[in-house]
């Protein structure tokens, strides 16, 4: 009974819709004319460094720790890791 009811519990909190994976995502969007980074709906006024050690710039910019450089695309987001997923892509039918 209590392996049934651990299982249900870890089904319903996996299915659950949990928004953390959500507030964990910065997302770069042109406002203004200006490029722009977006977490949880306001803008970053500072920045932020991410879990791999990677630092993410006010306008979008990424700065791995091994001193490289990537600037975020407008809609493109970057996990709390330092990972940028693949966007899904439309298909015609």
Known sequence: MIVVLA???FVLNTLGGDDSAAADK???KMKDGIMTVMHDGT???SDVT???GSVLKT???VIK???MST???DGECINQDGTVP???TKREK
């Open 26 to 28: 910065y997302c770069a």
């Open 71 to 73: 600037s975020l695309k």
């Open 7 to 9: 299982v249900a519990a």
């Open 59 to 61: 306008d979008g910019t």
């Open 65 to 67: 720790k091994n001193g």
């Open 86 to 88: 693949l966007k899904e």
């Open 43 to 45: 803008a970053l006024t």
């Open 50 to 52: 991410l879990g791999d």
